[in-house]
């Protein structure tokens, strides 16, 4: 990704209801919300955002399939082609003693998966650096963010007093 | 706060379907009773099956809500009392479980093979001598087995009454004080390790002495989760029959997902059980133990894999999707399947060792009438199984003998697929031959297929133990309704809503974040 610069117009609130309020006032004047971020996950926040339901379970259940079937038929192979061992009178394809390590290869598989998948997704990966907009919006502030970069200042002025309207505490510019 | 139709009615037209549900019930009883063998065996499996599975459904119940309030939650607090009113079907379930008792100790029955009265398995100079029963008669005996169900029964009705009793005072408390919230939660409190501890003891004299030689220690966590199961689902049937009917308008889709999220994680619970148990058992190999799947895994198929595939494949699958624990429709259809399911599982832990336990009284008492002679074979069995077992010990480390075992198990099937033959062809009364040294057939680790010189093989099909037949699920319609009656009958006394109750407006704006598109918002309720 190209380090473009941009120019961030930011309000914080004190509370997540007053947050939801805000996001509501903002929709129902069509303003463009950048982004929302929060301390903790606000409940029911995502649908009056718009935003989609994750598709990352799906991958999840993907992920977990692929662990289950090669950790079964990896079993399968090592026992019975491999490196068969007679396991106290067991036959050499056992399939309740399998079951233990294809539930782990599936969590394996799924918690790995899902791990990479996301942090790839968000672009996150060792060494990267975190842009953060404000550093309370991780401890007890709430805040939305709209993208101004070559905006007209008429437009800033009428989101700050969106701002100002909805009960933010704070308004606040930044280039990231 | 505006919430309306708060009282429930229980309708005439509902208790006359309820009532006509308990007719069918008792006719298929009688049905069952009348073409059966002469303990009465399927009658009474019938009974005890259903009794103990309605029982331990209300009695999960009152101890998941018990754990609820123990652990502060409030989302529960609207489908509170649909949890306390069904609790209260232990009152029915003490009766019940009496009757049963009340079997033990008049002989009526021959669910309990420790219970034989004419065996003395408890004698060692008696012919019948059964040393693994003797070393457990302390515990299995009419006198403990009254305590453990009845008398234990008695305990968690009397938890689970202080319990309602304290919900309902608040209600309708003067003061804005929380007395009697404060009460219901220390009978809560108190409740758990009474229950949790009580409940393992109830499921092992109740349902795991059918097979007195058999033991688990998975057993009582089993059993449990199942009737957790069937709590459950009945919670999420109640709850949605209750919103058809004009009830319970603030219950929504929130409440329902977290239900089916219990139902959804309670069911792999089962399922690791259910593994667990298979598991250990089939690893260690121990004869004794290995018997109780072998036997159901070669006669009763359909039991077997029909309790996987509706306690876990549909409940797993259909429940994994966020979406579908939020519809009204697909929940109900799986709560249903999980239902008639988890009271499978308790049809399966019950019939099998109940009719080898018949088959065997039957067997052993038509010995002791012939000769002496014969009847100490039963008595040699025993001896020669112990002693195989003791000599396997010794060559521990041998790595041929399991093998051989192993091989021996894969030839089985064909070999009882030979014995196997309908149950009237079978000679009647004919000379025990060989293989009858090895009998009691089923508990002793010997060949299940064996018996077949008598009345009735253990392996043959049998409407009713193989498969439930139609009397089975009359039965169980009858079961069901009584538990409906008892349950809409207490749900009329209080209202549907604890209206002091602490955590009402958290459960009323209860939210559990999923984003539904379907749902327009997913907050429509609100």
């Known amino acids: 990704m190209a380090a473009e610069s941009k120019k961030v117009l930011y309000g914080l609130y004190n509370d997540e209801e007053d947050l939801k309020g805000a996001v509501k006032t903002a929709n129902a004047a069509h303003l463009n919300i950048m982004d929302v971020f929060t301390p903790f996950p606000v409940h029911g926040l995502d649908p009056i955002l718009g935003l989609k339901e994750s598709r990352l379970h799906i991958l999840g259940f993907i992920y977990g399939a692929c662990g289950a079937t090669f950790g079964f038929l990896a079993m399968t192979w090592i026992f019975t082609s491999d490196w068969p061992i007679v396991f106290g009178g067991k036959p050499f394809w056992s399939v309740p003693a399998f079951i233990p390590i294809t539930f782990e290869m599936t969590v394996l598989f799924a918690a790995w998966g899902m791990t990479i998948t996301f942090y790839t997704v968000c672009g996150m990966w060792p060494g990267v650096k975190a842009k953060t907009l404000?550093?309370?919006?991780?401890?007890?502030?709430?805040?939305?963010?709209?993208?101004?970069?070559?905006?007209?200042?008429?437009?800033?002025?009428?989101?700050?007093?969106?701002?100002?309207n909805t009960g933010a505490s704070e308004v606040n510019v930044k280039m990231m | 706060m505006n919430l309306t139709n708060t009282q429930f009615v229980f309708e005439g037209k509902t208790k006359r379907v309820l009532i006509g549900g308990m007719v069918l019930g008792v006719v298929c009883l009688a049905l069952s009773a009348l073409n059966d063998d002469e303990y009465h065996t399927r009658f009474w499996t019938n009974f005890l099956h259903n009794s103990v599975y309605f029982t331990a459904v209300a009695f999960m119940a009152i101890f998941f809500l018990a754990a609820q309030i123990t652990a502060f939650a409030g989302w529960m607090t609207v489908i509170k009392r649909i949890w306390e009113s069904m609790g209260q079907f232990m009152l029915v379930g003490l009766i019940l479980m009496g009757i049963v008792a009340i079997g033990v100790w008049g002989h009526l029955h021959h669910l309990y093979h420790w219970n034989d009265p004419n065996l003395n398995i408890t004698d060692p100079e008696a012919s019948h001598f059964d040393r693994i029963i003797a070393g457990k008669s302390g515990f299995l005996n009419p006198v403990f087995f009254t305590i453990a169900t009845v008398g234990f029964l008695g305990i968690w009705y009397f938890w689970a009454y202080k319990m309602r009793r304290n919900s309902i005072a608040q209600d309708t408390h003067e003061t804005a004080s929380l007395d009697y919230y404060k009460k219901e939660r220390k009978w809560a409190a108190s409740f758990l390790p009474i229950g949790g501890f009580l409940s393992a003891v109830f499921f092992w004299q109740a349902m795991m002495s059918v097979d007195p030689h058999w033991y688990s220690t998975m057993f009582s966590w089993y059993s449990t989760a199942s009737a957790w199961l069937g709590s459950l689902s009945m919670t999420v049937m109640l709850i949605i029959y209750l919103k058809s009917r004009g009830y319970l308008e603030y219950v929504t889709h929130d409440h329902l997902h977290d239900v089916g999220k219990f139902l959804f994680g309670i069911s792999v619970f089962w399922t690791y059980l259910w593994f667990d148990q298979f598991m250990l058992?089939?690893?260690?190999?121990?004869?004794?133990?290995?018997?109780?799947?072998?036997?159901?895994?070669?006669?009763?198929?359909?039991?077997?894999?029909?309790?996987?595939?509706?306690?876990?494949?549909?409940?797993?699958?259909?429940?994994?999707?966020?979406?579908?624990?939020?519809?009204?429709?697909?929940?109900?259809?799986?709560?249903?399947?999980?239902?008639?399911?988890?009271?499978w599982d308790y049809f399966y832990m019950i019939k099998p060792g109940a009719r080898t336990a018949a088959i065997e009284a039957k067997e052993l008492a038509e010995a002791?009438?012939?000769?002496?002679?014969?009847?100490?074979?039963?008595?040699?069995?025993?001896?020669?199984?112990?002693?195989?077992?003791?000599?396997?010990?010794?060559?521990?480390?041998?790595?041929?003998?399991?093998?051989?075992?192993?091989?021996?198990?894969?030839?089985?099937?064909?070999?009882t697929h030979a014995a196997e033959q309908p149950a009237g062809e079978a000679p009647h009364g004919a000379t025990p031959s060989e293989d009858a040294v090895a009998h009691p057939p089923a508990e002793h680790g010997g060949e299940a297929g064996h018996g077949a010189s008598h009345g009735e093989e253990p392996g043959s099909f049998k409407l009713g133990f193989t498969i439930p037949g139609l009397e089975e699920i009359g039965v169980m319609i009858g079961f069901l309704s009584l538990f409906l009656f008892f349950f809409f009958s207490q749900l009329q006394r209080a209202s549907l809503v604890p209206m002091k109750d602490p955590y009402l407006e958290e459960s009323l704006h209860h939210e559990t974040g999923a984003m539904i598109e379907s749902e327009g918002g997913g907050h429509a309720h609100h």
């Open chain 1, 134 to 164: 404000d550093n309370r919006i991780t401890d007890d502030k709430f805040c939305i963010a709209f993208d101004v970069t070559g905006a007209p200042d008429s437009d800033v002025k009428n989101l700050q007093g969106f701002f100002t």
């Open chain 2, 281 to 343: 058992i089939w690893y260690a190999n121990n004869g004794e133990e290995t018997i109780y799947f072998k036997e159901r895994m070669e006669h009763y198929p359909v039991l077997f894999w029909g309790n996987l595939l509706m306690n876990f494949v549909v409940p797993f699958l259909i429940l994994m999707r966020n979406d579908n624990k939020r519809k009204f429709g697909t929940m109900f259809f799986v709560a249903l399947i999980v239902f008639f399911g988890h009271w």
């Open chain 2, 368 to 415: 002791g009438q012939h000769k002496t002679g014969q009847s100490t074979t039963t008595d040699t069995g025993i001896t020669t199984v112990l002693s195989t077992a003791a000599g396997e010990q010794a060559d521990a480390g041998h790595a041929q003998e399991p093998a051989a075992a192993g091989e021996q198990a894969k030839e089985q099937p064909d070999a």
